[in-house]
């Protein structure tokens, strides 16, 4: 029998609204460390992709 919670484990609350912030299994701690981490990667790409082409 599956679970019914298990796909719930994500989901938040805010201003009477329910939505999933993202997904269970992620490797950060926090949103904000994500978040900086993909604009640190973006900005390497967007530099690779103007020295080197």
């Known amino acids: 029998m599956i679970d019914q919670h298990s ?25 904000r460390r994500e978040d900086f981490v993909a604009l640190i990667l973006a900005l390497l790409i967007a530099l690779g992709v103007y020295f080197f082409s």
């Open 7 to 31: 796909q719930d484990i994500d989901l938040q609350e805010e201003a009477g609204a329910k939505f999933h912030r993202g997904s269970a299994l992620s490797i950060f701690a926090s949103d």
